[in-house]
């Protein structure tokens, strides 16, 4: 690959990566704020809370992507704090879920914290930086 190319690759993959962490806070914020809504209020509980919800934490699997091909690709240095993060997003989504059974009772609070902590990474690694 030509530099200008491999320039050109990595700005646009710099500028996804940075937008879409405004997706990742942005829509775990609201999936949150809904899961607790819908804990106090039963009307909203709705099935496309869930949807919204699933889309939501898939967005971090989406930007922990984008980052590793920076990373992996580009070569890009990142502080290991971004990283640190970065993952610890993906593991909260993978608590939250595998909690889902065992917290049957209390479901939409789980939902609820889970998605406002997801949205707290996010806005912390945004905060540290990817280099």
């Known amino acids: 690959m030509s530099a200008a190319l491999l320039a050109d690759g ?6 996804l990566h940075e937008a ?7 829509s775990n914020g609201l999936a949150g704020l809904w899961a607790l809504g819908a ?13 919204f919800t699933a889309a939501a934490q898939l967005t971090v699997f989406v930007q922990a992507i984008l980052g590793a091909i920076m990373v992996g690709t580009y070569k890009v240095p990142m502080p290991d704090f971004h990283a640190l993060y970065g993952f610890s997003a993906i593991v909260a989504v993978a608590i939250v879920y595998s909690y889902r059974s065992q917290m049957r009772h209390i479901l939409y609070l789980l939902y609820g914290v ?3 902590v997801i949205m707290g990474l996010g ?9």
């Open 20 to 26: 879409w962490s405004w997706v990742v806070v942005i």
């Open 39 to 51: 804990h106090w209020q039963p009307v909203l509980r709705h099935r496309s809370l869930w949807w």
């Open 10 to 15: 990595l700005a646009t993959t710099r500028e």
């Open 123 to 131: 806005i912390r690694a945004m905060f540290i930086g990817p280099g």
């Open 114 to 116: 889970g998605g406002l």
